[in-house]
């Protein structure tokens, strides 16, 4: 069984409307992260996290806010979806900064 | 520019041939992983290294932090090693910076 779970795997929004992904991992890892990946390239590091209360800008930031309620659970937020934010979406989660494990993905299209 | 670079972009590779791709950095890198994202964009470690080798099955990878690149050779390709390769490398301010990623086709 998927030990990182991200919801929804697929998701349509409206521009300027609010867009939560969540992802809930069973690792019982300290670090989370969230990543974008546009077609063709690499992922790049929007937020990540290494205890639960507490977040860190990753290289990409900008329009995104993340939160970690708890060990298990990651969520990204973007508050005015807009029509570059559309790509897909991992999570991972690593301990101590070692091996990451990934979700499946959450395609977001912002229409 | 990129801080991680991957080489070659995209590789074809005949079934039971071997191949190798490159990761080559400048940052300071403390450890370098691999990844294979298959046809369905599942991502699968496939390696963590700290300056070494490592080999799994017909996998072999490799680290020279002095040089400031990683190998990664497929020996034996099969088609179900398709996928996209990406590298990615632990800098000094613990953020975790991925390459542009290897196509790679294995054909029949």
């Known amino acids: 069984e998927a030990a990182v779970t991200q919801s929804p795997r697929s998701k349509v929004a409206v521009t300027g409307g609010k867009v939560t992904l969540s992802c809930h991992q069973t690792?019982?890892?300290?670090?989370m992260y969230w990543y974008r990946q546009d077609t063709g390239h690499g992922l790049r590091l929007i937020h990540y996290?290494?205890?639960?209360?507490?977040?860190e800008k990753g290289d990409i930031p900008d329009g995104y806010k993340a939160s970690r309620p708890s060990q298990e659970n990651f969520s990204l937020i973007l508050e005015l979806a807009s029509l570059s934010q559309t790509a897909v979406y991992f999570c991972?989660?690593?301990?101590?900064?070692?091996?990451?494990?990934f979700g499946a993905g959450t395609r977001l299209s912002v229409l | 520019g990129d801080k991680v670079k991957q080489s070659p972009s995209a590789l074809s590779l005949q079934e039971g041939t071997n191949s190798a791709l490159r990761c080559n950095f400048s940052?300071?890198?403390?450890?370098v992983q691999w990844f294979l994202q298959n046809p369905r964009g599942s991502l699968m470690n496939l390696f963590y290294?700290?300056?070494g080798t490592k080999e799994n099955g017909r996998l072999k990878s490799a680290f020279d932090s002095k040089e400031s690149y990683s190998t990664l050779h497929i020996r034996d390709a099969q088609l179900e090693d398709s996928g996209t390769y990406f590298c990615?490398?632990?800098?000094?301010?613990?953020?975790?910076?991925f390459g542009q990623g290897t196509v790679l086709s294995v054909i029949p």
């Open positions: 991972a989660s690593a301990e101590n900064q070692n091996t990451l494990y």
């Open positions: 690792n019982n890892h300290d670090y």
């Open positions: 996290s290494y205890v639960a209360d507490s977040t």
């Open positions: 940052i300071a890198a403390t450890t």
């Open positions: 290294l700290v300056p």
């Open positions: 990615a490398v632990l800098g000094g301010n613990n953020k975790l910076t």
